[in-house]
């Protein structure tokens, strides 16, 4: 064990505005708006406010896969919420996800605008609006709802747990890492056993339940997310790993993790997505070139 800082709590806790975290100059411990700003809206009946973060992708490959699968009705637009810059924490987008995370979904097509927030969530009713991607069989529909909560349960020990300490930490600390990095290893395991089982994880049927999945820890054991492939030892999840790649290569899950996307290579971005044609005519290369 390293030694670390000494640290006694106080009686009560107290907000300090900095600690030096990642995300330190924008997480708050109260909730709502801090600015007004109104949201875009663009000409389909889905809006989706999101980024392309593993919880955000999630969205995108259903909404790409269902439009792949002949949906029309799944036409969207996509607006980039920064949240590096605090964008959650507009007045529009407060309304519609009082939570302020993304990714949030307004459906403009039922009498009412209905807001959808929470990734899972929105998996959901995208599935049952479409009729696609959630099996109708009683049981295999349940196991298909059991590995996307299993998702929505596990991935904050991934993401708010090992990706915190791991990556954005202001500095190392043995017991918190160890702490996560042994739950996050038990969980690539628990994939990949029933990977060796099934070709996805709900069975025989690509689902709703991969699409939550695969983002997180399938992306996990390519380093992309948290640069953590080598830490975890990912390529001995063989089964995870064969399974990462074929979804992979799917073209709707090739497009689903470029909209919203505003880092790495500029053919990878699109900032805002609102016709199939923005693949080939608006990712940031093209954009960047024509200025
Ligand atoms: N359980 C939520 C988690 C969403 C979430 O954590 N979103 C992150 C990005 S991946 C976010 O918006 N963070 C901004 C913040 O915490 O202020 C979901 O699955 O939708």
Redesign the pocket.
């Known amino acids: 064990m390293t030694d670390a800082p000494a640290y006694e709590p106080p009686r009560v806790w107290k907000w300090e505005r900095e600690n030096g975290g990642r995300?330190a100059s924008?997480?708050r411990p109260v909730s709502g708006a801090t600015h007004e700003k109104e949201l875009p809206r663009g000409e389909h009946p889905l809006q989706l406010y999101s980024?392309a973060?593993?919880?955000?992708v999630k969205v995108t490959v259903m909404l790409e896969e269902l439009l792949a699968a002949g949906h029309a009705g799944a036409e969207y637009d996509a607006y980039v919420?920064n949240?590096r810059e605090g964008d959650?924490f507009g007045s529009g987008f407060v309304a519609i996800n009082p939570?302020?995370?993304?990714?949030a979904l307004v459906d403009h097509s039922l009498p009412e605008p209905t807001r959808v927030?929470?990734?899972?969530a929105?998996l959901l009713y995208l599935a049952e609006k479409f009729g696609a991607f959630l099996p109708e069989d009683p049981s295999e529909r349940a196991e298909c709802l059991s590995w996307l909560f299993w998702q929505?349960g596990s991935?904050?020990y991934l993401?708010g747990g090992f990706g915190h300490f791991y990556a954005y930490a202001p500095y190392k600390m043995e017991y918190p890492i160890d702490r996560f990095t042994m739950e996050v290893k038990r969980q690539l395991d628990v994939l990949d056993k029933r990977l060796a089982e099934k070709p996805y994880v709900a069975g025989d049927a690509y689902t709703v339940a991969d699409m939550a999945i695969w983002p997180w820890y399938g992306v996990l054991t390519t380093g992309k997310l948290y640069d953590a492939a080598e830490f975890l030892a990912a390529e001995e999840y063989e089964n995870v790993v064969r399974w990462y790649r074929e979804i992979g290569s799917r073209d709707a899950v090739i497009r689903g993790r470029k909209v919203n996307r505003i880092n790495g290579p500029l053919e990878d971005q699109l900032h805002e997505r609102h016709d199939a044609t923005d693949f080939e005519l608006r990712t940031q290369d093209r954009l960047e070139a024509a200025e």
């Open positions: 995300f924008i997480n980024l973060t593993p919880n955000g919420v949240i959650q939570n302020s995370k993304i990714p927030f929470e990734s899972g929105i929505m991935a904050p993401g």
